[in-house]
């Protein structure tokens, strides 16, 4: 609402500085378990209403008449988008995972405003299921560029969160009206509110921010997730998921400012599991990304350069017989199934 300077230090902060304060800082270790922080609900909550609050603000300074400049107007708009994908959206998921009908609810709120309501839904009955496997649309396959990801997950988590919520219906393990009609009415309630505020180009801004948003969330997917496989056993069945089935990141600030996001591996082995107890898992038992969550989401906007970057990376964590990561052009999902018991 200040401008100038203002805007300048926001987008600064979430571009620059976060992975500076990585290289400046040692690395810290995660709570130990049974100790939470204290009020870390407080944190989420709080975090959850800030980007509700900050949404429709941002759309008024871009769209309205605020008196920002062209060049303010854009900074706000890269930085919300910075805001609300690396931090907001990690609030969110945390919120999804908790067993509290009221603080699933917020976090679900959130992705609405982003227009992603079926994250809330394909995160938890789909993707945890599936990951590391060719049934899991937020995985990408080796030799997969992020563009073409980004198409299939968008259009796969929305269609297999709402068969997945359907079928819990069907088998009557739950009650009430289907979920995806709340995504749905929430959504458009948003882009309603954006009219509201400045008409058409108040409708356009909100559509921008939310892409942006979810491009930073369905980055995370790509990179935390990239080329890893789940074996089959010999009863035809995919082995537990495990530690080398997620990227991790070991860089204090940026884990920190993500609620320890990139500590992935014991979220997906323990879901229910609070951020601050998260655990970093040892060199030699999970894949760790050789560079902060935000540069190799940067990296990855460049199919070619992720993909030669990270082949080696990924080299040591492929099976013997499975297929290698392409080395050419973006050519799409590798379906391919590795059949090592």
């Known amino acids: 609402m200040q401008g100038g300077a203002w805007l300048w230090l926001a987008f600064l902060y979430m571009a620059v500085l976060t992975v500076l304060l990585d290289q400046l800082v040692p690395l810290t270790a995660g709570a130990l378990e049974g100790s939470e ?18 949404l429709p603000v941002a759309v008024w300074s871009i769209a309205g008449e605020s008196g920002l400049s062209t060049g303010e107007r854009l900074l706000m708009f890269l930085a919300t988008g910075f805001w609300l994908g690396q931090v907001a ?3 969110a998921h945390e919120l999804i995972h908790r067993p509290r009908r009221e603080l699933f609810r917020m976090g679900a709120a959130v992705y609405v405003a982003l227009l992603f309501g079926q994250h809330a ?8 299921r599936h990951v590391a ?12 560029g992020f563009y073409r990801f980004a198409v299939r997950a968008w259009r796969g988590s929305f269609l297999q969160g709402m068969r997945a919520e359907t079928d819990l219906r069907a088998r009557g393990h739950w009650i009430g009206p289907h979920p995806y009609v709340g995504y749905i009415a929430g959504g458009a309630s948003a882009l309603a509110l954006a009219c509201i505020i400045s008409g058409l180009p108040g409708l356009l801004v909100w559509v921008g ?29 995919l082995e537990p998921v495990g530690p080398r089935h997620s990227w991790n990141a070991s860089q204090w600030f ?29 060199e030699d038992e999970a894949p760790r990304l050789p560079w902060p969550m935000p540069v190799a ?28 990561p392409d080395t050419g052009p973006d050519t799409g999902p590798d379906t391919r199934t590795n059949t090592r018991p």
């Open 121 to 128: 839904s394909a995160h938890r009955l789909v993707h945890h």
């Open 209 to 237: 921010i939310a892409l942006h948003a979810q491009s930073q969330i369905l980055l995370s997917d790509y990179v935390q997730h990239y080329g890893l496989q789940r074996n089959l056993r010999v009863d035809g069945r």
């Open 297 to 324: 989401c940067a990296l990855a906007l460049m199919p070619r350069v992720w993909k030669r970057e990270i082949r080696p990376h990924l080299a040591h964590w492929l099976p013997a017989n499975a297929p290698r």
């Open 89 to 91: 959206h990690p609030a």
């Open 254 to 282: 940026t884990s920190a400012m993500m609620l320890n996001a990139p500590r992935h591996s014991d979220h997906h082995a323990n879901p229910s599991r609070p951020f601050p107890a998260l655990r970093l898992p040892p």
């Open 37 to 54: 922080f204290p009020v870390a609900d407080v944190l989420l909550v709080s975090v959850a209403i800030g980007a509700l609050v900050v």
């Open 133 to 144: 496997s060719a049934e899991d649309p937020n995985t990408a396959r080796p030799g997969e």
